[in-house]
């Protein structure tokens, strides 16, 4: 089970944290992925990162604001939002999968972030 949180309303250009934390004992065993869904559009990834940490990937256009981390020790991936901009206002999930790729096994509930202009 994944428990995204961290969410909320925050001005353009402010920083925020999300956190989602995982239950069980095999955290390390999985990719952990962060997507988010705006309004009225798709869902859309947003970043991974590998078992130990050691490899991320991100979507083309948030290279350089968001950066995506984890503690196997809290069985918790983050997502850190820097420079926010109301085009980031989405619901923002998280998801598991014991291969690194783009299918993922495992979601969790979404959290709300709401960046104001």
């Known amino acids: 089970q994944l428990q995204a949180s961290g969410g909320g309303l925050v001005q353009a250009g402010g920083s925020l944290r999300l956190s989602c934390t995982a239950s069980?004992?095999?955290?390390?065993?999985?990719?952990m992925g962060w997507f988010r869904q705006a309004p009225g559009k798709e869902r859309d990834f947003v970043a991974r990162?590998?078992?130990?940490?050691?490899?991320?990937y991100y979507a083309d256009s948030l290279k350089g604001r968001f950066t995506i981390s984890r503690d196997n020790a809290k069985n918790t991936v983050y997502l850190q939002m820097s420079s926010l901009k109301p085009e980031d206002t989405a619901v923002y999930f998280c998801?598991?999968?014991?291969?690194?790729?783009?299918?993922?096994?495992?979601w969790g509930q979404g959290t709300q972030v709401t960046v104001s202009s």
């Open positions: 998801a598991a999968d014991r291969r690194w790729g783009t299918n993922y096994s495992y």
């Open positions: 990162i590998s078992w130990t940490g050691g490899t991320t």
């Open positions: 069980g004992r095999s955290f390390s065993s999985y990719v």
